[in-house]
């Protein structure tokens, strides 16, 4: 295995594997907050279903605890359009005034399926 990387784990489902790297996430870098963009689908367990910005995708229990959205840098029918660097400074933004300055994460699908 490349680097450091000693192990594999073997998980039944996308939700239990999204559940599985927040938790690492979180435990190996002691912070708790992660970024999510608000256009990903992300799982229906209670912890996923936080990642998940849309409220369709949502059910009347508690979820997202820690978990902050950003923009989804969309060309095409994003807020800044192609602007990169506006939604870099999303980011910095969102890091900046709703978490504690040290994030344990970012997840986001590679092709935004929801919204």
Partial sequence: MPGNLKVVYFVNSGSEANDMALLLARA?????DI????????GMSAETM?????????????QGFG??????PDPYRGPFGNDGKRYAEDVA???AGATSGQV???IAETIQGVG
């Avoid at 970024?35 to 992300?42: E, Q, S």
């Fill in 104 to 106: 344990a994460g970012f």
């Fill in 67 to 72: 978990i902050r959205h950003a923009m989804n």
């Fill in 50 to 62: 936080g990642l998940c910005g849309q409220h369709t995708w949502k059910q009347p229990v508690p």
């Fill in 93 to 95: 933004d969102l890091i």
């Fill in 35 to 42: 970024i999510a963009l608000r256009n990903g689908y992300h």
């Fill in 28 to 32: 190996y870098t002691g912070s708790y």
